[in-house]
Each structure stands twice: as C-alpha cells, then as structure tokens.
C-alpha cells in the first residue's frame, strides 16, 4: 500500500516556474514507477511525465517536453515535478501516481494515486 501527497500548486504567471512534490509513504516507494498526470476544466486526465523506479528513465508529454522536468529521490520517498516556461494551458490539477515495474504514459499501469494539486497559470 502506497499513498500520496501531492505540494506545491499554486497560481503562477506565465512565463513563470513552479515545483510540485509528491510525498510517498511506505517502505516500497522504490518498487513503483512514478507518473504525474493533470485534469484540466471539462477535460479528461492526461499524462505529463513519468520516472522509472531507478529514476534513469523519464517520459513526457510532448507539449512539456523541454520545459518541466521529473524527477526522484528514493532515499526520500519523493518525487518531483518542475516546471518552467509555464503556460496558460498548463492550468490544471496534476496528480501523482504509482504504478506497477515500468514507467507508463497509460491511467490504468497506476495503481494508487494522490488528490492531486491545482495549478494555475495567468497570462
């Protein structure tokens, strides 16, 4: 059993940065690949990132690419989200997730997930 507490949302302007964690509990954190997803307003959940379980490996979303970054830190049960060069789109509450052996850009590879963070970017 993992569960996940996502920080660090807020309202940025854009052009601007922020840095959301996402804090694990349990003594397997090291077990899961780690994925950030987001919801913007009337639209459904979508992939942004993800991290192997080693933190080598890291996937994203095309329009992210370049601009936010993944990664993890095992010996704290976290992982991060930063991301720079925000942009209105951007608007949406991003989830944590932890998912079974491989990184997966797939909803239903992540077996447990937080309650997620809004972020808001003004133009």
């Known amino acids: 059993q993992v569960q996940l507490v996502e920080s660090g949302g807020g309202l940025a302007q854009a052009g601007g940065s922020l840095r959301l964690s996402c804090a694990a509990s349990g003594r397997t954190f090291s077990s899961y690949a780690m994925g950030w997803f987001r919801q913007a307003p009337g639209k459904e959940r979508e992939f942004v990132a993800a991290i192997s379980r080693t933190g080598i490996s890291t996937y994203y979303e095309d329009s992210v690419k370049g601009r936010f970054t993944i990664s993890r830190d095992n010996a704290k049960n976290a992982v991060v989200l930063q991301m720079n060069s925000l942009k209105p789109e951007d608007t949406a509450v991003y989830f944590c997730?932890?998912?079974?052996?491989?990184?997966?850009?797939?909803?239903?590879?992540?077996?447990?997930w937080g309650q997620g963070t809004q972020v808001t970017v003004s133009s």
């Open positions: 997730a932890a998912g079974s052996e491989f990184p997966s850009r797939r909803q239903h590879d992540y077996d447990y």
